[in-house]
Every structure is written in C-alpha cells, then in structure tokens.
C-alpha cells in the first residue's frame, strides 16, 4: 500500500456553538442543566465529532480515492483535553493529519488496513485544545 | 432514566465503581436525533431498505451515539470542564431495542486526576463498546 503517514487536509475553522451544544447534549442524553442554561457551556466529550458540519472536501488528510470507503469501519476514536474542553463561543482551528498506517491480517484471511487519523483543534493563536484520533479500519471484504 | 444517584467524585478511589446507567430501549428515533446533532448521515443507521440491500436484518446503532452518552454520562458524575480525556473502542453492533448499560470504574488516581475503564453493554452480556477516560477531581474535603 502507499504509505500515506504524514498526509494532511487543509485547516479549517470551526465555531463552537452553544445551539450546536445543546442539541448534542440532548442528543446523548446529558441530564447536566448547565448545557442549557449556561449561556458558554462547556462542550460534551464527543462534541467535536461535529467538527463535520464545518469541513470541507480539502479538509480530509485522506484523498476520497486513497480508500475503499464502503469498506470502512470505525474502529476507536479519543477526544485528549490540552486544559478544559472547548466553551461555546470559542473558534477552532482544525487540521486533519495521518498519524499511521498498518495492516493486519483479517480473521476471515484478506488483510485490514487500519489508519489513524488525527484532527488538531487549536486557537487562532495556535494554541493546542484538543486533539481527536480517529482509527479507522478498512476491511478485506464487505464490512458486516 | 434512571434516577439519579448521588455520587462523590472528590472520594474516589481505585476501584470504585460508578453507578450503572441503563438507558431506556434505544429507538430509531435516538439514531437519527444523534445523526443530525452529528453530521453522521450515514444511511446505514436509519434508512431501512438501504440497510437490509446492505445484507443488515435491520439498520443499527451509530457508535459514536453510545460513545456520545457514555461521555455525557462521565459529564455529568465529574463535570465536562474536569475531562482531559475520552477514548472508545467499537465492539458489537447494537440494534434497535438494546437497553445499554452504561458504567465503569476508576483503576488509577493520582495528583488530583483519575483514570477510569467504561463500558456500554447490550441487555444480552454482547459489549458494544469499551471506553477509556482520565477525568480531573475536586480537591478531596471540597464541595
């Protein structure tokens, strides 16, 4: 396979929205009221994962042809908090990377290709907040 | 829901347990709620004939739901500001109906922080996810 170690997407910001908050607060069944009533709540610890709305196609550290993506399984996925998550009303700056690739052979035989994806959010000042890590797990046949 | 418990995060200790959260039957409804909160639109967890021509018997659960609730779910016992970090691991699927159990215990403590072990397991024993976090404490005698 093409080593594809160290590839990036280009940045992109992102606004931390208490609406957004709310909403992922409800969605995953917070029961904290301060996600509603703090006017600057703090985010949840998957909040991030929204980050998706304010992507774009330039952003991905995968070029879309690079994988099989009818073959993709989400394997893990980590938020790290460099100090408090993210507040509504914060902008961030995310960058997607590769971190690493590997392979492993599938139990059913075939070989896996497993890439950890890393999403760098920090301040417009460069300062780091948090990091999301992403392995992600093409398989060898039809994911089932 | 489940009632909620009183829970001290300044006297943790090794080995103590949080209470277990056992959601309500997870609905097609939770899935697509989380979609839109998310991003996610992947059709595999809400439309139905995309699902079964997929060779599904159903659509199932988004993972990142149940990573989501486990995560508020730490939220709430420690406070979102106190989480540094949060990490799942994808095990079985979970299908429309699962009531997830949602628990953990901390396995380390040290200057003013904890690490804890989650799980989200399905009524059947089947684990849908594992999770890691390491969580900030209140200083021990605080409010």
Request: no cysteine; net charge negative; charged share 20%.
């Amino acid at each position: 396979m093409s080593d594809l170690t160290g590839a990036r997407g280009e940045p992109f910001t992102m606004e931390v929205e208490r609406g957004k908050i709310r909403e992922f607060a409800r969605a995953t069944k917070a029961r904290d009221g301060a996600y509603l009533t703090d006017p600057h709540p703090v985010a949840p610890p998957t909040f991030l994962s929204s980050a998706a709305f304010w992507a774009t196609p330039e952003s991905s550290a995968l070029d879309p042809g690079a994988i099989n993506w009818a073959r993709i399984l989400h394997g893990e996925q980590e938020y790290v908090f460099h100090g408090p998550p993210p507040r509504a009303g914060q902008t961030l700056v995310a960058r997607q990377r590769v971190e690493r690739t590997y392979e492993k052979q599938g139990r059913r035989g075939g070989t896996m290709r497993f890439f950890v994806i890393v999403t760098e959010f920090r301040t417009p000042d460069g300062e780091l907040v948090a990091e999301g890590r992403s392995t992600v797990i093409e398989t060898s046949q039809a994911a089932s | 829901m489940t009632s909620q418990v009183a829970f001290d995060p300044a006297a943790v200790d090794v080995g103590t347990a949080i209470p277990d959260f056992v959601d309500s039957p997870s609905t097609r409804t939770d899935y697509v709620r989380y979609q839109g909160a998310s991003g996610d639109m992947n059709p595999i967890h809400h439309d139905e004939e995309y699902a079964r021509a997929a060779g599904f018997p159903s659509v199932f659960a988004v993972g990142m739901l149940a990573a989501g609730i486990l995560g508020t779910y730490l939220a709430d016992l420690f406070g979102a500001e106190n989480v540094r970090r949060f990490k799942v691991q994808f095990r079985e699927q979970s299908w429309p109906g699962d009531a997830i159990t949602y628990g953990g215990q901390v396995v380390a403590v040290r200057d003013g922080e904890a690490d804890l072990e989650l799980h989200a397991t399905r009524q059947t024993g089947g684990v849908h996810l594992l999770g890691w976090a390491t969580v900030l404490l209140p200083p021990a005698g605080g409010s």
